[in-house]
């Protein structure tokens, strides 16, 4: 039974559309990257997915278990989440604001949940430091551990390696990994790098002029994937 159904969707700002009539299915346990041109709607499908905003036309379903509620979200980082003055340990923590309700605190379940995704992105030693003067590496760890008290289920990462150095990248990629096939966790990822989104993804949906959806290995043999192996041919001579 699919986790997540994008049926016919329409989605955009004010009426416009940017995507139209999108149609696809995840399972959980899948991984889907999304890759298109800048600009294309990949942030907009996301938003959409998350109930951020309404779909124009078309709907988004979630089943097998999964409820809108329990989808982390790790969003594209501004400058100004870059300088928030807080301490790693509280932004963690503010990802189980969902769980709260009208609570204004978190209770004992909460901070258990917090410090086992601290753990997991193995920051449990960052936890008193303001988030503002760790590298980009390390506040990306602490939002993906945001992201993960909001979810033990289906993860969406808008650009998570964008920014960082190819070691840091590298093993960002490998915490993503490991929440997927250890964890089972469900990742849609916004990604502008092709070859890792071939590498790591289960599925790719490719957006632009013309639209992909399919298993990595169908992606490759696609017009749009072998054009990206022509790329990566040319990239290594
Ligand atoms: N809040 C908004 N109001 C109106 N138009 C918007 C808004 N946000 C984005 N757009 C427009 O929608 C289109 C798709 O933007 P979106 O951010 O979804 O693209 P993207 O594929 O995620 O791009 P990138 O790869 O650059 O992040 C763009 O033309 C953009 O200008």
Same mark, same amino acid.
Request: one cysteine or more; charged letters at 25%.
């Given at each position: 039974m699919a986790q997540l159904t994008c049926q016919n969707l329409c989605a955009g700002y004010d009426g416009r559309p940017v995507l139209q009539d999108l149609t696809f299915e995840l399972l959980a346990g899948d991984y889907?990257?999304?890759?298109?041109? %800048?600009?294309?709607?990949?942030?907009?499908?996301? #938003?959409?997915?998350?109930?951020l905003q309404m779909p124009i036309s078309g709907r988004i379903l979630t089943g097998d278990?999964? *409820?809108k509620n329990e989808i982390g979200y790790l969003p594209q980082q501004t400058v100004i989440q870059k300088d928030f003055p807080a301490?790693?340990?509280?932004?963690?923590?503010?990802?189980?604001?969902?769980?709260?309700?009208? *609570?204004?605190?978190? %209770? #004992?379940?909460? #901070? #258990?949940? +917090? =410090?086992?995704?601290?753990?997991?992105?193995q920051i449990t030693r960052l936890a008193r430091r303001c988030y503002r003067k760790l590298s980009g590496g390390q506040q990306q760890r602490v939002l993906l551990?945001? +992201?993960?008290? =909001?979810?033990?289920?289906?993860?969406?990462?808008?650009?998570?390696?964008?920014?960082?150095?190819?070691?840091?990248?590298?093993?960002?990629?490998?915490?993503i990994e490991k929440l997927n096939r250890e964890d089972g966790i469900t990742v849609i990822?916004?990604?502008?790098?092709?070859?890792?989104?071939?590498?790591?993804a289960s599925h790719i949906l490719h957006i632009g002029d013309t639209v992909f959806f399919g298993t990595r290995a169908d992606y490759l043999q696609s017009s749009q994937g072998r054009l990206f192996d022509v790329k990566k041919g040319g990239d290594s001579q």
């Open positions: 889907l990257c999304i890759v298109g041109e %800048n600009g294309s709607g990949k942030s907009t499908l996301m #938003k959409t997915i998350l109930g278990g999964l *409820r301490s790693v340990r509280e932004i963690v923590l503010s990802g189980c604001l969902g769980r709260c309700g009208s *609570r204004p605190f978190y %209770n #004992k379940e909460e #901070k #258990k949940l +917090a =410090a086992e995704a601290m753990e997991k992105m551990a945001r +992201a993960l008290c =909001a979810t033990q289920k289906m993860l969406l990462l808008d650009e998570p390696v964008s920014g960082l150095d190819p070691k840091v990248t590298a093993e960002m990629y490998t915490l990822m916004i990604s502008h790098d092709v070859a890792a989104a071939v590498r790591y």
